[in-house]
């Protein structure tokens, strides 16, 4: 059976408990960052340590030192002997005074190899409170899902309330357009993803506001995200992209490949 960390120990997932007046599950008043495992390793644990401690104090949720995190990771996948996984870290205000953490481990799910996407209805608020946070405040993603199962597509593209482009439902977006790799900037809400930072630190990429309109007129496109890695997107709206993955494509993924992190 597998087993979760919860507030300082090893207990088993099937038991975990939290208490009904959790502010993570009464409110959604938390964070939580998601990374892969692959050979016991998580990618870009540290990284993903220091944007959920960086989200936890803009929200103001009580969060453990980034060692006791690294400490507690370490010692739940070494217990259950975990090669490969989707790694969990949630914080959350907790009840009566005290704040919740928890780190558990999830068997991966299989993804396509390109993806289909279509835009949204609804639009993301650059200046809302939690623009740019990974909060369990899911609900909206949760309707995502269901209009997305409806379609039979794999994500979601949302614009912005100004009507630019933004991100994926779950995921960040790069656009090959003119041979340029373009992708949204954080001023426009989206999340700043650690496996979009890693490709923009590695590859010439262009962080400029963009009209929805340049889907229609993208070479290339891919989705990004710890889970994704660099995922090709084979359709937008509908529309055909023939360079699935494209040259563009190909060198993220080949310099995300080279990232030992």
Not at 96 to 111: D, M, N
Not at 235 to 253: N, S
């Amino acid at each position: 059976m597998s087993r979760a960390w919860l507030n300082g120990r090893l207990v088993e997932a099937a038991d975990a408990q939290l208490r009904i007046d959790d502010a993570g599950f009464m409110l959604g008043d938390g964070v939580f960052t998601t990374t892969i495992v692959r050979d016991g390793r998580p990618f870009a644990l540290r990284r993903n340590l220091a944007r959920l401690l960086s989200s936890a104090t803009r929200v103001g949720v009580p969060a453990p030192e980034a060692s006791t995190l690294v400490a507690a990771v370490a010692e739940l996948l070494a217990a259950d002997q975990v090669q490969r996984a989707r790694l969990r870290i949630s914080l959350s205000s907790g009840s009566a005074g005290r704040p919740t953490a928890v780190v558990s481990h999830h068997p991966l799910g299989v993804l396509p190899a390109t993806a289909s996407v279509v835009t949204l209805p609804w639009r993301r608020n650059a200046d809302g409170a939690l623009a740019g946070v990974k909060s369990p405040s899911f609900g909206e993603w949760a309707l995502v899902q269901r209009h997305l199962a409806a379609l039979g597509v794999d994500e979601g593209l949302f614009a912005t309330t100004s009507g630019d482009l933004c991100e994926g439902g779950v995921s960040n977006i790069f656009l090959g357009v003119g041979g340029r790799l373009v992708t949204p900037p954080l001023s426009s809400g989206c999340l700043p993803g650690v496996t979009r930072a890693l490709i923009c630190e590695q590859l010439p990429v262009i962080e400029q506001a963009l009209p929805m309109s340049v889907l229609a007129g993208a070479e290339e496109a891919f989705l990004t995200s710890a889970i994704r890695g660099v995922q090709p997107i084979s359709l937008i709206d509908r529309r055909v992209l023939a360079l699935a993955p494209g040259p563009l494509t190909v060198a993220a993924a080949a310099a995300l490949a080279s990232v030992d992190e």
